[in-house]
């Protein structure tokens, strides 16, 4: 658990995203116009983690700013959750050329990036958005099974979702994809309760043995 205070993680977040902005370790650095880091307050609570720029992000160099993270935007709204309050970033920080899906030496060479960043930000609930984020931490499921359900993974709580741009092609994932972002407030709830025993349960005195 991260120590830092929110000055702090700020700055470490800044230092990352610089780096992140002239990172040579995949060959996506040649066709990229912009990286994309990803933004949003280092003390988010949640994060959301897509898959990889588009070609509006990569003019811009911020995430889900195109189409699908207009839909991103709705959906938060839906869930009472604003764009201002969450951190949003994407497996692989460099457009794919024409949008082709990342490569698995793309997403292993932007691994560590997404690394630290949940390491500073060290947020309550972790929601994935499509597949390929899904399988850095769920390999093999299907995301027609496991979507839009609370998981934990060592230490940490993740919710997989379908990805936003799914809903813009088919029309009825839309329900589905509404239909499971309405459970993040309860989810989040969920998170801080559970958060709370666990810090209860470390600071309460060991138990003593033969000392009676
Ligand atoms: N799709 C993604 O997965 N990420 C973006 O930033 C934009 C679209």
Redesign the pocket.
Known sequence: MTTMTAEEKEAALARIAEEIKVCLRCELHKTRTKA?PGEGPADARIMFI?????WN?DQQGR??V?A??KFLDELLASAGLHRGDVFIT?IVKSRPPGNRDPLPDEIAACEPWLARQIEIIDPDVIVT??RFSMAQWFPGERISKIHGQLKRVGRRLFVPMY?P?AALHQQALKTTILDDFSRLPKYLAEAEALKRSEEAADESPPHQMGMF
């Open positions: 994309v897509g898959e990889a720029p588009g992000e995430p889900f195109g699908a993270g994407n958005l499509g990805h741009a």
